[in-house]
């Protein structure tokens, strides 16, 4: 029993390491070495390198070229990064200041009708991007919003306000009243209160949330695709739009491009890992 | 966990333990009085629609909204480039009803939902029975474990594109060392869509294994030792205690991945494409008819049969929240 434990244990932490590691090594790689058919996984000096040898030239050749502009492209990696980061922070600190105020509506006062107007909250998160893109789309147009940062910013604030005011509810309704209640019988009043004494009290649950949106933002694809196809193109429609390259793909860039792209997303998921079950369920599952 | 008496909706006013007409001549609450006396803010009022007020009205505008737009749209024959567009009735829909291209997408998606979500089911259950006892560097597996999940689909999907290669891709490399075959993942017809299911499943098992150790760990320990003392045997411990105890939680998982999958685009179209026979969902089916036919009016009729669906799910799975709930496994 231990030693299918074990097994089962290897076997997935292979699985889920191997393809990331296989991910750094293609980065520093020439791109001859990537369509090998012999795999080649040791860096080792050129010498060593010859095309039925697993050994490979070390080049920091894709890391340096993502400053550069590729053949049949107009921006650079580092560029279409920016544009991620930008419409990324952005959209995460809209998010989280609206759903924290919201939350702390739902979570303090007696809304009438509060739970259908969570439960249609949630279902924002259910719908397809592709569902909604064509009005979205047509409005863009006629606000000429299509292509810039501040379109994407508005949406993704939009699709992650469900994620931010269903995970700071569960943070709010866990401050205790007393806090506030206390603070209002000192003689402030409820929006002192709020900000004085309950955002204190909730910026783990603010950071958790923040860091959510910021991924699910980042890694969007859906909306950024059909919306900013021509401005303000984000890293994951950039590397799609590369399928189809006429030049065979760049494999030791696309490599070296979303090992830059998921780095933070991997720091972040280690900081975050006590929070992972909640902020991947909306919140709803005890810990 | 958070203390129980917070989980009923009582009056803010009211002190615990008093009657309250005595709790409304405290000194404290004499000076609560002057504090709302004087912001006018009591049971919230202005306060609390100013404080849900924009989100709401933003999630009208950019999801209702759009909504009741593509109903309309559906209607008519509008295109995406050129103006003017005229009603043309329920003409769309008899043709999403009839179309053979919009049943196989049905049909292909539906299959793609059911075999990711039981496969990675699967899978991330017995990783996390796995890992359910402690052992040294449990935290650090544990959290490469979960990274595929947090990643970009569309990034790693393009990614995976380069391990799939049928002729240099290290999978079939690492296949061929093994002497096993080396399909062409994601040029042959018959592997495209194996090829899409396996990346779905590398990126969301550790979801359902983060879920179901969750599930795992909240089995009092109290209930294993008495089925020690009963001398139950190995299986009757999984099937009668391990199984219907996390039942309910790999429930929700199930629920929520498979509202997930069913909008599987990205994957889609970062392996294959928006048009490719063997692989069209409907995500990339409604994307190709609307932004690479330019059939807004068409594709519009394809979203709102979809969204059925995707309204049905969430309703399934609110309800499913509160009975989770009312057995204080959820919050």
Not at chain 1, 114 to 138: G, H
Not at chain 1, 181 to 188: F, H, N, P, S
Request: net charge positive.
């Amino acid at each position: 029993m231990k030693a299918l434990r074990a097994f089962v244990i290897a076997l997935g932490f292979l699985a889920a390491a191997l393809p990331l590691l296989w991910m750094g090594i293609t980065s520093i790689k020439h791109r001859d070495a990537t369509i090998s058919q012999h795999p080649k996984w040791i860096p080792a000096p050129a010498a060593l390198d010859s095309s039925s040898s697993p050994f490979f030239t070390v080049t920091t050749e894709a890391l340096g070229g993502l400053s550069k502009v590729h053949a049949g492209a107009q921006h650079t990696f580092l560029e279409h990064l920016r544009n991620s980061a930008i419409i990324g922070v952005l959209s995460t600190i809209a998010s989280v200041l609206l759903g924290t105020c919201c939350a702390y509506g739902f979570s303090r006062f007696a809304i009438r009708g509060s739970k259908d107007w969570l439960f249609f909250i949630l279902s924002t998160r259910f719908m397809p991007p592709l569902a909604v893109v064509v009005p979205v789309l047509l409005m863009y147009r006629r606000f000429d919003l299509q292509g810039t940062h501040a379109g994407l910013v508005l949406l993704y604030t939009v699709f992650n306000l469900s994620l931010a005011v269903w995970l700071m509810k569960g943070f709010l309704d866990e401050i205790p009243r007393a806090y506030e209640e206390a603070a209002l019988v000192d003689g402030w009043s409820r929006a002192q209160a709020f900000v004085r004494v309950v955002l204190p009290e909730a910026r783990t649950g603010m950071a958790v949330t923040a860091v959510f949106c910021l991924i699910s933002a980042w890694n969007e694809y859906g909306f950024a695709m059909t919306l900013n196809s021509s401005g303000a193109v984000t890293v994951p429609a950039y590397f799609a739009g590369l399928q189809g390259n006429i030049e065979g793909m760049p494999w030791p860039q696309v490599a070296a491009g979303a090992l830059v792209f998921v780095a933070p997303i991997v720091v972040f998921t280690v900081r975050m890992r006590g929070h992972l079950l909640r902020g991947m369920t909306f919140g709803t599952i005890k810990q | 966990m958070r203390p129980p008496a917070s989980r009923e909706r009582r009056p803010l006013l009211r002190a615990e333990g008093r009657s309250t007409v005595r709790a409304l001549f405290t000194p404290q609450l004499l000076g609560y009085h002057f504090a709302t006396m004087r912001t006018g803010h009591d049971r919230g009022g202005a306060l609390k629609w100013s404080l849900v007020g924009p989100t709401l009205l933003l999630l009208v505008a950019f999801n209702v909204f759009p909504l009741l737009w593509n109903v309309v749209l559906s209607f008519t024959n509008a295109e995406l480039v050129g103006e003017g567009s005229r009603f043309i009735g329920g003409a769309h829909y008899a043709r999403v009803f009839s179309d053979p291209q919009f049943a196989i997408a049905l049909r292909r998606t539906a299959a793609f939902v059911a075999l990711a979500v039981s496969i990675e089911l699967a899978i991330g259950f017995a990783l996390a029975l796995a890992l359910r006892r402690d052992f040294p560097g449990k935290p650090a597996i544990l959290t490469t474990l979960l990274v595929p999940m947090m990643l970009s689909p569309a990034v790693m999907g393009l990614y995976w594109s380069l391990v799939l290669n049928g002729n240099y891709g290290i999978l079939n490399q690492i296949l061929g060392a093994v002497g096993l075959p080396q399909p062409q993942w994601v040029t042959d017809r018959d592997w495209k869509l194996v090829s899409i299911l396996l990346v779905d499943v590398w990126m969301w098992t550790p979801f359902m294994m983060l879920i179901a150790l969750a599930g795992l760990s909240a089995i009092p320990a109290s209930i294993y030792e008495a089925a020690e003392i009963d001398r139950a045997s190995r299986w009757t411990v999984f099937t009668r205690i391990t199984l219907p105890m996390c039942a309910p939680l790999l429930g929700l998982a199930v629920l929520l991945r498979a509202t997930d999958a069913l909008k599987q685009f990205d994957l889609v179209m970062a392996i294959t494409g928006p048009n490719d026979g063997a692989t069209q969902t409907l995500s990339t089916l409604l994307y190709q008819v609307v932004f690479r036919d330019g059939k807004v009016g068409l594709g519009s009729a394809y979203a709102c049969t979809v969204l059925v669906v995707v309204v049905a799910l969430a309703t399934v799975f609110t309800r499913y929240v509160d009975r989770l709930r009312e057995r204080g496994l959820a919050r």
